[in-house]
């Protein structure tokens, strides 16, 4: 599990990644909401956790603004503003939880571990197009009478590119992403992985097809006929 946490105040910043990392989350540190922006552009979390006064932006906005562009990961707003208007304030921009400055590791953790475990992954396990039926829990993908059943590396990259449709994802983030559940993801077995994903797409004869950018990753685009 990736985590990222945006704090200005490094010592406690780092006091938090120290304890974090002891409960073996990778985690990263940004202090503004323009480095959150930076990292966030390649790189993707299971969770934010967000201090609200940051430097050159307010911690409030960040969250509508991802909340307005889909964004459902996970959000814990770590802040020294303690007042009642505030918290409710923060939970209605798109924070799923709220903990006042100071506080105990312990606590953080556990509400950490309560908002992995209702993490809104997908919004829907079933994805459709006029040809197709893709069900990114148990990798089925079907089309017309042809019926398949995706490798478990295909099926995290076609979920992964499903859920940035008509967007590019870099070859960072799928490594980024992959590297969970596969020790060795290496940039030989991201381009197998491609390879057997297209030969799937064209065996099921889909109306998606995975273009490659180059240099940068890959998107996933319907050929309408
Ligand atoms: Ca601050």
């Known amino acids: 599990m990736r985590i990222l946490v945006v704090e200005d105040n490094d010592r406690f910043g780092r006091l938090v990644v120290e304890h974090l990392s002891e409960a073996d989350y990778i985690v990263d540190l940004v202090g503004t909401v323009e480095e959150f922006y930076s990292i966030n552009s390649y790189m993707s979390f299971d969770l934010y956790i967000i201090d609200l006064g940051l430097p050159d932006g307010d911690g409030i906005k ?27 304030r923060g939970l209605d921009a798109g924070a799923d939880d709220y903990l006042v400055k100071p506080f105990n590791h312990r606590e953080l953790l556990a509400r950490i571990r309560a908002l992995l475990r209702r993490k809104p992954t997908i919004q829907s396990e079933l994805f459709t197009t006029p040809s197709l039926s893709f069900n990114m829990i ?87 006929q």
Do not use: W
């Open 62 to 88: 960040l969250i509508q603004r991802l909340r307005q562009n889909n964004n459902c990961t996970p959000i814990l707003i770590a802040t020294a503003r303690a007042r009642l208007d505030e918290k409710i």
């Open 138 to 224: 148990t990798g089925d993908l079907s089309c017309g009478d042809m019926n398949l059943q995706l490798r478990r590396g295909e099926r995290r990259l076609l979920t992964l590119l499903i859920q940035h449709s008509g967007n590019t994802v870099t070859r960072e983030l799928i490594e980024s992403r992959l590297k969970n559940f596969q020790e060795n993801c290496s940039s030989n077995s991201i381009d197998k992985m491609v390879s057997r994903l297209r030969k799937a797409l064209a065996a099921a004869k889909s109306d998606l097809q995975l273009k490659t950018i180059r240099g940068v990753g890959y998107i996933l685009e319907e050929t309408r």
